[in-house]
């Protein structure tokens, strides 16, 4: 079992940044790939970035590439997505998720959730 919590959402002008951390506990964070998604209102859940077990490969979607970040250190067992460069459509809640095969684009693969952190984008 691996237990997450994600903090960091809140209100932001676009154009402004945020930075998620997703705080894990449990099983060895270290041994699991890392990844964020979003659900916006009324639509299916996202892709929004992943990492690898020792933070040297990623993945974005192509919606936030160049913007975001996403980091770990497994040291503190978390995981961080920096969001920079907000905007409208980046409005959603978002969720940490943690996948013992490693990183993945697709939710299926990811067997622990946080329960979400609201990132709200305004004009």
């Known amino acids: 079992q691996v237990r997450m919590v994600e903090s960091g959402g809140g209100l932001v002008q676009a154009g402004g940044s945020l930075r998620l951390s997703c705080a894990a506990s449990g099983r060895t964070f270290s041994n699991y790939g890392m990844g964020w998604f979003r659900q916006a209102p009324g639509k299916e859940r996202d892709f929004v970035a992943t990492i690898s077990t020792g933070g040297t490969y990623n993945v974005y979607a192509d919606s936030v590439k160049g913007r975001f970040t996403i980091s770990r250190d497994n040291a503190k067992n978390t995981v961080y997505l920096q969001m920079n460069s907000l905007k409208l459509e980046d409005t959603a809640v978002y969720y940490c998720?943690?996948?013992?095969?490693?990183?993945?684009?697709?939710?299926?693969?990811?067997?622990?959730w946080g329960q979400g952190t609201q990132v709200t984008v305004s004009s």
């Open positions: 998720a943690a996948n013992e095969w490693g990183t993945s684009t697709t939710g299926q693969a990811y067997k622990y």
